[in-house]
């Protein structure tokens, strides 16, 4: 039988309330459960290494659609308010994207504290920050400067706030909400200015400068370097010199960038070159290295007759009007399968070559690493899928495109974190044949499949409580689990972003009520995650797997159920009528 006792905190040197450990003692060991709210007020959040053994989801993730109990022996010992702490969901804000300026100086620090201040009281858990590969080694090769990112992750830690850090390969600027420009490296963009093949490049011959293309991944070209031995080369030294906040646990993921915006796509649709929403978008695959790596496989397939599209159209078509899109149109031949499996199996292999190495460097780290996937939803409920067949997501009516990215994954543990959980069909275009609210369940179904943890973040900034309810509805898609059976639900959720837009009387106190509910109503828990699937010392990938086990994944499955409404809403209409007339009457008496 289970004991319980309260054990006072240390005095920290920083500050926030002080929170009270509650412990059990189970078969002879004694561990920490939870933490409540101390009377006493220290500063700083207190944070602990103790991991609770015996307690939360086992590794596998069922695929069936009935919930499995937990054994006996850890239900029945569990109060009903630990059990709730299974449905408790982690909340993270993003930081501004110029949080560390241009010229690596840590910026508005006095601001930024402030802000800081006011997450951690509205009890959110931590914050996702860009570490950008183009100011941390702008000056050049190995020259990596980490002391204003050491003073950021610094003063982090001293709110009491959790880090997730996003190893940053892409330019910043050119995509959607980006009002920042931060480049990649200015000597790597010197070699681009003799060999611009090093860019992803559209059929038109237009060179994109957000990432390098996965054409040179293996290419010696960079200073004697090939471009995943430079990603490597970043992270052991991220690792190296970050490790005390690595070892504090601070650090609870690192989310591997590996494309334009951080993910694991091609920059199909980049506003700088004209694209607008909701145009298909163009395949990115035209460059040197690209080009002679299919007529390669082409030859190899016993077809050297077969080029690259010529027909796909241009960025803002409509799906008809190209022969390749349209009704019977390329992409339904054997020429045109044999394209799409290319592109989108180089953009698999990409991820993974990446990910082994981000695993090395970050191997015996207590965190999970993480891929982002971008959240295309228009024309998604078009046959074709255009605009996710040009950023690399092979995903039709009759293909799976996403169980054989998360299956890579499931090599090294990783998470995949998607985007647009907050998004409504009817909120979006007719003309765009969008269907975000299916695409979130394909694809949390497709990862939960194949046994990975699901993370997600809003696309575009949302303030309101529609917004919330349908984060809240994706979060916990079959609801609130009193039970501590195994319902799905996403590891953490990661909110868009700081700013002082949210920080806003009425838009912030809305968003305390949001942390709230995905925190399941519990008081703020610092190490939520044991109750659920607790964060381990990283051990080495899975042995690596063919191209075709992964292409196993392809064959389409109904997407597990996912309730119509949360259970845990942040309000509706009337609660935002009632807010709107507070607001109002508190403006006129300030």
Same mark, same amino acid.
């Given at each position: 039988?289970?004991?319980?006792?309260?054990?006072?905190?240390?005095?920290?040197?920083?500050?926030?309330?002080?929170?009270?450990?509650?412990?059990?003692?189970?078969?002879?060991?004694?561990?920490?459960?939870?933490?409540?709210?101390?009377?006493?007020?220290?500063?700083?959040?207190?944070?602990?290494? =103790?991991?609770?053994?015996?307690?939360?989801?086992?590794?596998?993730?069922? %695929?069936?659609?009935?919930? %499995?109990?937990?054994?006996?022996? /850890?239900?029945?010992?569990? $109060?009903?308010? !630990?059990?709730?702490?299974?449905?408790?969901?982690? &909340?993270?804000?993003?930081?501004?994207?110029?949080?560390?300026?241009?010229?690596? $100086? #840590?910026?508005?620090?006095?601001?930024?504290?402030?802000?800081?201040?006011?997450?951690?009281?509205?009890?959110?858990?931590? =914050?996702? &920050?860009?570490?950008?590969?183009?100011? &941390?080694?702008?000056?050049?090769?190995? +020259?990596?400067?980490?002391?204003?990112?050491?003073?950021?992750?610094?003063?982090?830690?001293? !709110?009491?706030?959790?880090?997730?850090?996003?190893?940053?390969?892409?330019?910043?600027?050119?995509?959607?909400?980006?009002?920042?420009?931060?480049?990649?490296?200015?000597?790597?963009?010197?070699?681009?200015?003799?060999?611009?093949?090093?860019?992803?490049?559209?059929?038109?011959?237009?060179?994109?400068?957000?990432?390098?293309?996965?054409?040179?991944?293996?290419?010696?070209?960079? !200073?004697?370097?090939?471009?995943?031995?430079?990603?490597?080369?970043?992270?052991?030294?991220?690792?190296?010199?970050?490790?005390?906040?690595?070892?504090?646990?601070?650090?609870?993921?690192?989310?591997?960038?590996?494309?334009?915006?951080?993910?694991?796509?091609?920059?199909?649709?980049?506003? %700088?070159?004209?694209?607008?929403?909701?145009?298909?978008?163009?395949?990115?695959?035209?460059?040197?290295?690209?080009?002679?790596?299919?007529?390669?496989?082409?030859?190899?397939?016993?077809?050297?007759?077969?080029?690259?599209?010529?027909?796909?159209?241009?960025? *803002?078509?409509?799906?008809?009007?190209?022969?390749?899109?349209?009704? *019977?149109?390329?992409?339904?031949? @054997?020429?045109?399968?044999?394209?799409?499996?290319?592109?989108? *199996?180089? #953009?698999?292999?990409?991820?993974?070559?990446?990910?082994?190495?981000?695993?090395?460097?970050?191997?015996? +780290?207590?965190?999970?690493?993480?891929?982002?996937?971008?959240?295309?939803?228009?024309?998604?409920?078009?046959?074709?899928?255009?605009?996710?067949?040009?950023?690399?997501?092979? *995903?039709?009516?009759?293909?799976?495109?996403?169980?054989?990215?998360?299956?890579?994954?499931?090599?090294?543990?990783?998470?995949?974190?998607? $985007?647009? =959980?907050?998004?409504?069909?009817?909120?979006?275009?007719?003309?765009?044949?969008?269907?975000? /609210?299916?695409?979130?369940?394909?694809?949390?179904?497709?990862?939960?499949?194949?046994?990975?943890?699901?993370?997600?973040?809003?696309?575009?900034?949302?303030?309101?409580?529609?917004?919330?309810?349908?984060?809240?509805?994706?979060?916990?898609?079959?609801?609130?689990?009193?039970? +501590?059976?195994?319902?799905?639900?996403?590891?953490?959720?990661?909110?868009?972003?700081?700013?002082? /837009?949210?920080?806003?009387?009425?838009?912030?106190?809305?968003?305390?009520?949001?942390?709230?509910?995905?925190?399941?109503?519990?008081?703020? +828990?610092?190490?939520?995650?044991?109750?659920?699937?607790?964060?381990?010392?990283? @051990?080495?990938?899975?042995?690596?797997?063919?191209?075709?086990?992964?292409?196993?994944?392809?064959?389409?499955?109904?997407?597990?159920?996912?309730?119509?409404?949360?259970?845990?809403?942040?309000?509706?209409?009337?609660?935002?009528?009632?807010?709107?007339?507070?607001?109002?009457?508190?403006?006129?008496?300030?």
């Amino acid at each position: 039988m289970a004991s319980f006792s309260y054990a006072p905190l240390p005095h920290l040197d920083s500050s926030s309330p002080a929170r009270a450990d509650i412990r059990r003692r189970h078969q002879g060991q004694e561990q920490v459960l939870l933490n409540r709210p101390s009377k006493i007020k220290f500063v700083g959040r207190y944070t602990s290494d =103790v991991p609770l053994k015996g307690i939360g989801r086992s590794q596998a993730v069922s %695929t069936s659609d009935a919930p %499995t109990k937990l054994p006996d022996f /850890e239900t029945n010992s569990l $109060t009903d308010k !630990e059990k709730m702490l299974s449905n408790y969901i982690p &909340v993270f804000v993003m930081l501004p994207l110029d949080v560390i300026s241009v010229n690596n $100086t #840590l910026a508005k620090p006095t601001e930024l504290r402030e802000h800081l201040q006011q997450l951690r009281d509205a009890e959110v858990d931590g =914050v996702m &920050v860009d570490v950008w590969w183009g100011i &941390v080694e702008g000056d050049g090769p190995k +020259c990596y400067k980490w002391r204003a990112y050491r003073e950021l992750f610094q003063m982090v830690q001293e !709110e009491g706030l959790k880090l997730q850090a996003i190893m940053s390969f892409h330019q910043c600027g050119g995509n959607i909400g980006d009002g920042v420009y931060i480049p990649i490296p200015q000597w790597i963009r010197s070699i681009g200015e003799s060999n611009p093949d090093i860019y992803y490049t559209n059929r038109s011959g237009a060179r994109n400068q957000e990432y390098l293309t996965i054409g040179v991944d293996n290419q010696r070209i960079f !200073e004697g370097r090939t471009a995943v031995e430079l990603y490597r080369d970043f992270m052991k030294s991220f690792r190296e010199i970050m490790s005390d906040f690595l070892d504090s646990g601070i650090i609870t993921d690192i989310e591997v960038g590996l494309g334009p915006a951080g993910e694991l796509r091609y920059p199909s649709y980049p506003e %700088t070159q004209g694209w607008v929403f909701p145009g298909i978008g163009e395949f990115q695959c035209y460059d040197e290295y690209m080009k002679a790596d299919f007529k390669k496989a082409a030859r190899k397939a016993g077809h050297p007759e077969w080029d690259l599209p010529d027909d796909a159209g241009v960025y *803002n078509d409509k799906p008809e009007l190209t022969k390749f899109f349209a009704e *019977n149109g390329t992409y339904l031949t @054997e020429r045109g399968r044999f394209f799409l499996t290319w592109y989108s *199996n180089k #953009l698999i292999m990409h991820g993974d070559q990446i990910l082994d190495e981000s695993n090395k460097a970050f191997l015996g +780290c207590k965190l999970k690493l993480a891929a982002k996937v971008s959240g295309i939803h228009w024309w998604y409920k078009d046959d074709n899928h255009a605009a996710e067949l040009t950023a690399g997501y092979y *995903n039709t009516k009759d293909r799976d495109g996403y169980r054989p990215i998360a299956r890579m994954l499931a090599r090294h543990d990783a998470i995949l974190n998607f $985007t647009c =959980v907050e998004m409504r069909n009817y909120e979006q275009a007719r003309r765009a044949k969008s269907g975000p /609210e299916e695409l979130v369940q394909q694809v949390f179904s497709s990862a939960w499949r194949e046994g990975i943890e699901v993370a997600c973040e809003n696309a575009l900034s949302r303030y309101d409580r529609r917004g919330y309810n349908q984060i809240l509805k994706n979060s916990r898609p079959n609801g609130i689990d009193k039970n +501590c059976t195994k319902k799905r639900r996403v590891l953490a959720m990661t909110y868009l972003r700081l700013s002082d /837009e949210l920080i806003k009387s009425n838009n912030f106190s809305i968003f305390r009520i949001f942390v709230r509910k995905m925190h399941a109503e519990q008081d703020y +828990c610092q190490d939520p995650w044991k109750f659920f699937k607790p964060i381990t010392p990283l @051990e080495r990938s899975k042995a690596a797997m063919s191209i075709d086990e992964i292409l196993d994944a392809t064959e389409p499955m109904e997407p597990f159920p996912f309730n119509p409404r949360t259970d845990m809403s942040v309000g509706g209409i009337f609660a935002d009528i009632v807010d709107e007339i507070s607001y109002r009457v508190t403006s006129l008496f300030n």
